[in-house]
């Protein structure tokens, strides 16, 4: 626990405060040199996501129907596949007025002449009960019983089932072609739309500040939506470790990367400091450049995740709802009083404010 901040790190909290407001303000000395802005890119991808769910569960059974293909009769083995088999795995209504019996549990065709246990021309005799029939697919379901005559089991069907004369091939649809599909789609075009934009609306993702020899990059935290998704992103790749990176994460880090290298030199003393998704932000540049005499990472909010061995300090108060105490000896903590009236405890122990 300490009681204070040195006065360089609250006046970084400050600028990262404009970096939230997209205001292009000097501070004291710290004269604001340029911004980073990067355009919104998760909107489509979210949207496919949700979209794709409801496509999952409504749109199979109702495809299904549009584009079955009426037979004669339930296809032979030798019988040329239609043009759906081509799209989709096909599945065929396996349940037939007893054309077809079981063998070893694979549904083989019984001879076309004679009568035979199961065919309709009379009542089934000689039989016993083995268990229903049931084959649920995403477009119905089929039902039955399974009778034995001997050593020869064959499917009955119901009632309804056997007065059904037309049989169709039906796409068995895929788990996942109307749902993963357009969302991997529109995630790629998300990815491929990471890039500069200085005409973006949103406020900047990071601002380069000058104050003599110092160059002070600023990452500003959650400010959109979208902003909740990269979140989860960090989120899911500090847990897994070096075995996941996420490819948007990633570039959106190689823009940041390019920025300050491009604002900056060895000789340079390179301040880089983020507050709550920026200090996640912060501490993957952190592990990008490594831990050099002319950098320093200072991070504000630190949320859930302790930050990385290569920052230096990383502040949260102990009333932050973010906060989670990981033990680490660059993660300092601060506390203060809950004050009723001055807003929720985001505000007032979350917020940059607090730390100037």
């Known amino acids: 626990m300490i009681e204070s901040i040195p006065k360089e790190h609250s006046n970084f909290a400050r600028l990262i405060d404009k970096t939230y407001d997209d205001s292009r303000e000097s501070v004291g ?8 802005k990067i355009d919104n890119t998760l909107y489509a991808p979210l949207a496919a996501t949700g979209i794709g769910g409801i496509a999952e569960y409504l749109l199979p ?19 040329e596949s239609g043009f759906l ?3 989709f795995p096909m599945m065929r209504n396996e349940i037939t007025d007893g054309n077809y019996f079981l063998n070893n549990g694979v549904l083989t065709e019984r001879a076309v002449s004679g009568r035979f246990v199961g065919e309709r021309m009379g009542n089934v005799i000689e039989t016993e009960v083995v ?50 599909i357009p969302w991997a789609i529109m995630y790629q075009k998300g990815l491929n739309d990471i890039k500069p934009n200085p005409d973006s609306a949103i406020a900047a993702r990071m601002n380069f500040y000058e104050n003599g020899n110092n160059k002070v990059f600023t990452i500003r935290g959650t400010a959109t939506f979208e902003d909740l998704a990269h979140d989860a992103v960090l989120g899911g790749q500090a847990l897994a470790g070096d075995w996941f990176k996420s490819p948007l994460l990633e ?22 400091t983020g507050h709550s998704l920026g200090a996640l932000e912060m501490s993957a540049l952190a592990e990008r450049f490594g831990k050099r005499i002319n950098i320093e990472y200072v991070g504000f909010g630190q949320p859930v995740f302790p ?29 203060k009083p809950f004050v009723k009236g001055r807003g929720d405890r985001f505000k007032q122990f979350h917020s940059t404010s607090n730390y100037y």
Do not use: C
């Not at 000395?29 to 980073?36: A, V």
């Not at 570039?251 to 880089?272: R, T």
């Open 251 to 272: 570039k959106k880090l190689d823009l940041y990367e390019k920025f300050i290298n491009e604002n900056s030199n060895e000789n340079d003393n390179i301040k880089i």
């Open 85 to 87: 088999d081509y799209l």
């Open 131 to 180: 268990a229903p029939y049931v084959r649920r697919t995403r477009s119905g379901e089929f039902t039955g019983t399974i009778m034995r005559t001997g050593s020869r089991e064959f499917v009955v069907p119901t009632a309804e089932q056997v007065a059904t004369q037309d049989w169709f091939y039906k796409p068995n649809i895929p788990l996942g072609v109307l749902g993963i």
């Open 29 to 36: 000395n710290y004269i604001f040199k340029k911004s980073l």
């Open 61 to 79: 059974k109702a495809l299904g129907q549009m584009v079955n293909q009426r037979v004669d009769s339930v296809a032979r083995q030798n019988m």
């Open 307 to 335: 930050p990385h061995r290569n920052v230096d300090v990383a502040y949260s108060f102990t009333g932050d709802p973010l906060y989670n105490e990981n033990k680490v000896n660059n993660h300092k903590v601060l506390a």
